[in-house]
């Protein structure tokens, strides 16, 4: 199942698609319910979920503002990392020790290095709420 964090109008959009919360919306408040790709639908749910996805939100903040470029990373069979380069969109494909871009410029090791650091917090967040660990 996918699972993403996208900056989304001045807050973040996060599918988490775990422990029965499928998206986060934040944007000034937390909001959980379900997000269809176009449109994101407020749902309630328990302070047990609330509690957890609190915890969930600070540590994608977190990666978030170590990751200044990244606009987008989205996990399905590969990760797809959309960032600024140069005033443009570029997206990165990543998948096991290999990084490709959409564009044909020159993409610096320090921006790679950056990336794949991104991908390697994401991983961690996202397998932490796999895990069901805190």
């Keep these: 199942m996918t699972k993403s964090v996208i900056r989304h109008e001045n807050g973040l959009l996060i599918e988490l698609n775990k ?5 986060i919306l934040v944007n000034g408040e937390v909001s959980l319910g379900e997000y269809d790709g176009v449109e994101f639908k407020k749902k309630r749910v328990s ?3 609330a509690e957890f996805v609190r915890k969930v939100v600070s540590e994608v903040r977190t990666m978030m503002e170590i990751c200044p470029h990244v606009i987008s990373i989205i996990m399905s069979d590969m990760f797809y ?11 990165a494909f990543v998948s096991e020790d290999m990084i490709t871009f959409s564009s044909e410029g020159e993409v610096d090791e320090e921006l790679k290095d950056e990336i ?4 390697d917090r994401f991983k961690e967040v996202i397998l932490k709420t796999q895990s069901g660990n805190e």
């Design 19 to 23: 422990r029965g919360v499928e998206a």
């Design 47 to 49: 302070e047990d979920k």
């Design 81 to 91: 990392v959309k960032f600024l380069f140069n005033g443009k969109e570029v997206v």
């Design 116 to 119: 794949r650091k991104c991908v």
